[in-house]
Every structure is written in C-alpha cells, then in structure tokens.
C-alpha cells in the first residue's frame, strides 16, 4: 500500500543556495493547531535552517501562520520547533556539520499519510561563480525548449 505525499512547502532557494549532499526525512514535534494550520497549507520554510543543539535537531525560522480559529491555544509562529531523528542518525549528521562548510537546511514539508514530515538536506553553500552556472545552464535549457516549441509550429 502506497502512501499518499501532499507537498506543503517548497524551499527552491536551498538548491540555488547549496549543493545537497544527502536528505532525510524527519518528523516534527507540532501542536494541533499548528498541524490544522499546515493542513490548510499556511506553512513557509524560505528563511528557515536547522540546527544540532545538545544531541536534538531543531528547525529555526519556520514560520507557520497561527490557526483562524485556534484563539488561545497558538503558539508562536517562528518558534523553534524540534526535528524526530533516530539518535545515530543525528551523531552522523553532528560529525558531518563539523566538517568546513556543511550545514543543514530544510527543503520540503510534507504529509505523508496523516503525518507532517520535514525533508532536510545536508548541504555545501555555493560560491557566486556557481551560481552563475547554473543560471546559465536554466537558460541555454530554456532556449533549447523553445526553439524546439518554434519548430513544431
């Protein structure tokens, strides 16, 4: 039995950002008004990034709009929210951040089933020249795409 995914949220910036080296999928610890408020796809992870602190993987920044009809029981909409990782997973990923230039990012925010999962990415920051080639390479892609479109005309 396949499960459904519904995306959330989308974080494209990461990968005009970063190089992503390796990803994971990991639960996240919400309230239910928060979880009401992601149903209705009121989620944004654009600024967001995570962190190791004492041993748990914490999301910063992720802002969830709070819920129309929650009144007293929302919660702060950027408060750090912590990540469901398995321990070795998480002293993996520790020994990894500790290597020059890896950090981790959040990349999509998902139901999967009736749970709400965030997909983070292990990640090398781009320098400016490699941006640049790939924004060459979306264009030349681009071009190709529509002179082939020209052609069938």
């Known amino acids: 039995m396949k499960e459904s995914v519904k995306l959330v949220a989308n974080n494209k910036k990461a990968y005009h950002d970063y190089f992503i080296d390796e990803k994971y999928e990991c639960g ?29 993987v914490y999301v910063h920044g992720m802002h969830i709009n709070p819920y129309e009809k929650g009144n007293i029981f929302n919660k702060d909409p950027l408060r750090s929210r912590k990540l469901l990782m398995h321990r070795s997973e998480i002293g993996r990923l520790e020994g990894k951040i500790r290597e020059k230039g890896m950090t981790l990012v959040p990349l999509q925010v998902y139901f999967k089933g009736s749970l709400v999962k965030v997909e983070i990415g292990l990640a090398r920051g781009k320098k400016l020249y490699d941006k640049r080639q790939d924004i060459a390479k979306k264009d030349q892609r681009r071009e190709v795409e529509r002179d082939y479109k020209e052609k069938l005309r």
């Open 28 to 56: 996240i610890e919400l309230f239910g008004t928060e979880v009401k408020s992601i149903r209705m796809g009121k989620c944004s992870i654009k600024e967001a990034f995570v962190r190791v602190e004492k041993g748990e």
